[in-house]
């Protein structure tokens, strides 16, 4: 059986209190600071760096990491990334404007999502055997993309702030 929950979701029960408390902090901050503008300024300063990552993200800003942790690029291959696979659609598109015609795309990680994004002329199928001149498809869960067939060129790197969510390779 698969695991309930995995990564990150086995500590969620941990964000609401984690919250309230911030916010009881922000309360004691803001009610030791009297003016106004000093304030705006402090808001300002907590906001920015989050608006700011997720501008550079977009459209996969429930990936940011703060830079405590080294940013989006700190955390590349150290935690999860593209949880969702959000990648597959941005990584089909690219793909599809050379595919061959008939041309395969085999899938590491539920096929089912790129293939709904794939047009007719590209067979998407689920990873089980691969043979030359087909194409994989990888994401950085568990850092799929730098540990199955390393050696073959990425294609198509798809990512943000110097991350890579998912990559396409060329079986060689």
């Known amino acids: 059986r698969p695991p309930m929950y995995d990564g ?9 209190p984690v919250f309230i408390l911030t916010g009881f902090a922000f309360e004691l901050i803001f009610m030791s600071v009297h003016e106004n503008w000093s304030r705006a300024i402090i808001l300002l300063a907590i906001v920015i760096s989050g608006i700011y990552g997720g501008i550079k993200l977009h459209p996969y800003e429930y990936a940011y990491h703060n830079a405590i942790v080294g940013g989006t690029s700190g955390v590349d291959g150290e935690f ?24 395969t795309l085999i899938v590491h990680r ?35 993309k730098s540990n199955v067939k390393r050696h073959s060129p990425n294609i198509i790197t798809v990512g943000r702030d110097g991350a890579t969510f998912c990559v396409i390779k060329e079986i060689q």
Request: proline share 6%.
């Open 110 to 144: 539920e096929a089912s999502i790129a293939a709904y994004f794939a047009p007719d002329h590209i067979n998407v199928i689920p990873y089980r055997s691969l043979k030359t001149g087909d194409y994989l498809l990888l994401s950085a869960r568990l850092n799929e």
């Open 80 to 103: 999860e990334t593209d949880y969702w696979l959000t990648c597959y659609k941005e990584a089909v598109e690219k793909f599809s404007e050379f595919a061959p015609q008939n041309g």
């Open 8 to 16: 990150f979701r086995h500590f969620l029960f941990i964000l609401p």
